[in-house]
């Protein structure tokens, strides 16, 4: 609602917006409705809004109508004259004594009206007394009317600001977006309008600018970039800017409107944002835009289509992107995938496990496993877990695969219980799943209930700077360990790894990831780091395991280094247990010889 707009098209949808239903702000009406009728002595009270063509009875006390034609409304003199109206006897009274409401049904004898107005003196609606017998009306009852009329009025306010108004921005937020995006529909005209959103900052670089200059420093930049965008934009006062996330905004126009995705990304190129008088953030700006009809597509649709082209152009690092049906079929596929797996572990149908063996350098023998998960789709076939994990990240259905890994390798290592073949199997584990409240003690009860030792199972985890951030996390990785699981941190060396995190967690192994292995035996730079690295984590008690070793020089430096253990397709690819257990009878054979 626009309580603190002026303009008429403003006062037409905050018009709208309070005709439209809302339980927990007409609940509230209700009760002002009741305490006017007992203020003032009178049985009947209403809260009265208007359109062009009709009334809305949104709150009632002892008033039977609901809705009405506005030429019939009482209250359509005060809407229209912004006046209180009191009629103590509609009998007596030269315009009211033939009208329709007072010779039939409900029968108005007795009728005061005063306006509704906002803090730019817009009149939204009325608050009214009426009974079916005469009554005096006195100055002082006017003014107690009146008063209770700015009550109203302050507690819409209120209610708007609590829930239509970003506390940081001070802009309107997502809520108002969509109840905007509603308000275009009911007037049913055929007019088409564009949604721009606009993302100037990751939810990681805010999260790290939270973490070194606190939230304020971060609310402070979010205002800054809500007023740099309306100059940069030229936004006309009444063209609404929204804030619909951390570092993110959208505008919403008509079709024909100069804004589009292409031309507010070129005015914000090269904009900066301040922090502090002496800090200043230069912004990554990237917008997508989709144009809609609004009485065609709801307004979550609508939102939606707007964020994915947004997405699209961020993942394709692509300024301006437009919501089209290539980006729409992808959406959908997404949701279709995001189903497909909800079925197929349900029914434990087309997911399976495989295993990686880790090898020791020294030895040369097989002497721990990497579970992976892999999914055969009924109809897209093998399809990679970078295609369907990021679709489920921190939601429940992650949960739920995790629980799914945990059981399919405690089951198979049951079936190697009795062999040579058995070995300590490492599967990886989120924070969402080891920060839960006795996880480390179900996870115990389940090995002991298979009869395997805990050692068996080792942990591996992402997300370093989170977890030590996370006291519940810490919590549970130091309760896993001390039962026995072996912890490792997963990818080290991958983009920035903070090294002092180390010590701050319960390690026991850390395993160092592809992309600082990968050009060993190639790349003198990459040698000096890699052997410097390794030779620290010795000293520093871990075992090293290295990621995605593919030839044989690879190998042999790494074990010049002092790595401890390797994985990857020069060792074995990931391996079905069948094919894993005569991989592992070869392996051992030719160790014995």
């Known amino acids: 609602m626009l309580f603190n707009l002026t303009g008429e098209d403003n006062k037409c949808r905050a018009i709208n917006a309070l005709i439209m239903h809302d339980e927990s702000r007409d609940d509230v009406l209700v009760r002002f409705v009741k305490l006017a009728g007992q203020a003032l002595g009178i049985p009947g009270s209403f809260i009265s809004v208007l359109d062009d063509e009709n009334q809305y009875i949104k709150a009632a006390h002892n008033f039977p109508l609901r809705k009405g034609p506005r030429e019939d409304a009482f209250c359509r003199f005060v809407f229209e004259s912004g006046r209180e109206l009191i009629i103590p006897d509609t009998?007596?009274?030269?315009?009211?004594?033939?009208?329709?409401?007072?010779?039939g049904y409900p029968y108005i004898r007795f009728y005061a009206g005063v306006p509704l107005k906002?803090?730019?003196?817009?009149?939204?609606?009325?608050?009214?007394?009426?009974?079916?017998?005469?009554?005096?009306?006195?100055?002082?009852?006017?003014?107690?009317?009146?008063?209770?009329?700015?009550?109203?009025?302050?507690?819409?306010?209120a209610w708007h600001s609590a829930g239509f108004v970003d506390p940081a921005t001070d802009l309107p937020n997502r809520e108002r977006l969509l109840r905007d995006l509603q308000l275009l529909a009911p007037g049913g005209q055929k007019?088409?309008?564009r949604l721009v959103l606009i993302d100037c900052m990751e939810m990681s670089r805010a999260y790290e600018l939270a973490?070194?200059?606190?939230?304020?420093?971060?609310?402070?930049?979010?205002?800054?970039?809500?007023?740099?965008?309306?100059?940069?934009?030229?936004?006309?006062?009444?063209?609404?800017?929204?804030?619909?996330?951390?570092?993110?905004f959208a505008i919403l126009i008509p079709a024909s409107g100069a804004y589009t995705a292409s031309e507010i990304s070129r005015k914000l190129q090269g904009v900066c944002a301040h922090v502090e008088e002496t800090i200043s953030i230069e912004l990554a700006v990237y917008t997508g835009e989709v144009t809609f009809d609004p009485v065609a597509q709801p307004a979550h649709e609508i939102l939606r289509r707007g964020i994915s082209a947004l997405n699209e152009g961020i993942n394709l690092k692509i300024p301006a992107c437009t919501f089209d049906d290539v980006i729409n079929s992808r959406?959908?596929?997404?949701?279709?995938?995001?189903?497909?797996?909800?079925?197929?572990?349900?029914?434990?149908?087309?997911?399976?496990?495989?295993?990686?063996?880790?090898?020791?350098?020294?030895?040369?023998?097989?002497?721990?496993?990497?579970?992976?998960?892999?999914?055969?789709?009924?109809?897209?076939?093998?399809?990679s877990p970078s295609l369907f994990l990021p679709l489920i990240d921190n939601t429940e259905l992650m949960t739920k695969l995790s629980d799914w890994v945990i059981h399919g390798v405690i089951k198979q290592l049951s079936t190697w219980q009795a062999t040579a073949l058995l070995l300590p199997v490492s599967i990886n584990i989120r924070i969402a799943d080891f920060s839960q409240d006795g996880f480390a003690d179900r996870l115990e009860d389940k090995m002991f209930q298979a009869g395997l030792p805990t050692s068996l199972l080792g942990i591996e985890c992402l997300?370093?700077?989170?977890?030590?951030?996370?006291?519940?996390?810490?919590?549970?990785?130091?309760?896993?360990?001390?039962?026995?699981?072996?912890?490792?941190?997963?990818?080290?060396?991958?983009?920035?790894?903070?090294?002092?995190?180390?010590r701050r967690m319960p390690l026991d192994v850390?395993?160092?990831?592809?992309?600082?292995?990968?050009?060993?035996?190639?790349?003198?730079?990459?040698r000096i780091i890699a052997r410097s690295v390794i030779q620290m984590l010795k000293n520093l008690d871990y075992i090293v395991i290295a990621e995605g070793v593919e030839d044989a020089d690879t190998s042999h430096l790494l074990q010049s280094y002092g790595c401890d253990q390797a994985q990857g397709y020069y060792y074995s690819k990931?391996?079905?247990?069948?094919?894993l257990e005569s991989w592992l009878y070869w392996q051992l054979r030719d160790s014995l010889r």
């Open 510 to 526: 850390i395993k160092l990831d592809q992309s600082l292995i990968r050009e060993l035996s190639g790349n003198t730079a990459t």
């Open 211 to 248: 973490k070194s200059l606190g939230m304020a420093a971060v609310e402070a930049l979010l205002r800054d970039m809500a007023i740099l965008l309306r100059l940069r934009l030229r936004l006309a006062p009444s063209q609404l800017l929204y804030t619909v996330a951390t570092g993110r």
């Open 118 to 157: 906002n803090r730019d003196g817009v009149t939204l609606g009325t608050l009214c007394v009426t009974d079916t017998v005469a009554h005096p009306f006195s100055d002082e009852k006017i003014k107690t009317l009146k008063l209770l009329a700015g009550l109203v009025i302050s507690f819409l306010e």
């Open 574 to 579: 990931a391996l079905e247990p069948k094919a």
């Open 91 to 103: 009998y007596n009274d030269p315009v009211f004594f033939k009208h329709p409401l007072t010779l």
């Open 331 to 383: 959406k959908y596929a997404a949701v279709s995938l995001i189903d497909d797996l909800t079925r197929a572990l349900e029914q434990d149908a087309g997911l399976y496990l495989v295993y990686q063996p880790k090898v020791s350098m020294s030895s040369g023998k097989p002497v721990g496993l990497e579970a992976l998960i892999r999914w055969h789709h009924p109809v897209y076939g093998e399809l």
């Open 191 to 193: 007019s088409d309008y």
């Open 463 to 502: 997300e370093t700077d989170r977890i030590v951030e996370n006291r519940t996390a810490l919590y549970g990785l130091e309760m896993l360990k001390l039962r026995g699981f072996v912890i490792a941190l997963d990818d080290f060396g991958a983009g920035y790894s903070n090294i002092s995190y180390l």
